[in-house]
Each structure stands twice: as C-alpha cells, then as structure tokens.
Nanobody
Framework: VQLQASGGGLVQAGGSLRLSCTAS????????MVWFRQALGKERELVAG??????????ANSVQGRSFISRDSAKNTVTMDLQMNSLKPEDTAVYYC???????????WGQGTLVTVSS
C-alpha cells in the first residue's frame, strides 16, 4: 500500500483547507484510513478517520463539528479527504495519513503535509 498526501498550506485563522490522501495497492473494505497530526513539541494526535467499506467515521474532539472526512473508492485506489473549516492556530501541524486494519495499529504511512494557520 502506498499513500500520497496533499493539500497542506498556509491559511489564516477562520479559513478552510482540504487535505487529500490517495491510497493505492491492496486496499480492502476492512481497512481504516486516518489523519494524524503532530505539532512542534507535541505528541502525535489522531485527528479523524474513516473505514473504507462502511464509511464509519471518527473525529477527535479538537476538530469535531468543524471537519468532515470522506472517501472515494476506485479500482485499486481510495482517496480520503479531510475538509477542515474554522481553522485555528492550534491546528498548525504536520498532517500524516495512514492506513491500518484496526483503529490501533497503522501499517502504512504517507509523507507529511504541513498546515500552518496564522492568527
């Protein structure tokens, strides 16, 4: 499984950003795709996730209500999008997408994409 993330950038507080992650290879309906983020000097945080098959979702409290995660499946690829609205400076972090077979262990990781929210 290979992951390609995109969509980071610089945005003002209150603005919006859409992160995308395309997974290719042996992706199954039972897989879970997620976004983690890690801010400078802080621990990595699971931000949001979605199951490939059922579309069940998870949002961290920190983004609940102002983010929306979705996925779109095609032959041998799945694209996961995270729409983030009402961005805050504390959303500034490197965002990583990952794929796993459960919500605890993620075996495949994409490269990070930097999100910077200016105040």
């Amino acid at each position: 499984v290979q992951l390609q993330a995109s969509g980071g950038g610089l945005v003002q507080a209150g603005g919006s950003l859409r992160l995308s992650c395309t997974a290719s290879g042996r992706i199954f309906d039972t897989h879970i795709m997620v976004w983690f983020r890690q801010a400078l000097g802080k621990e990595r945080e699971l931000v949001a996730g979605i199951t490939v098959g059922t579309g069940g979702t998870y949002y961290a409290n920190s983004v609940q209500g102002r983010s929306f995660i979705s996925r779109d499946s095609a032959k041998n690829t799945v694209t996961m999008d995270l729409q983030m609205n009402s961005l805050k400076p504390e959303d500034t972090a490197v965002y990583y997408c990952a794929v796993g077979s459960n919500w605890v262990k993620f075996d495949y990781w994409g490269q990070g994409t930097l999100v910077t929210v200016s105040s």
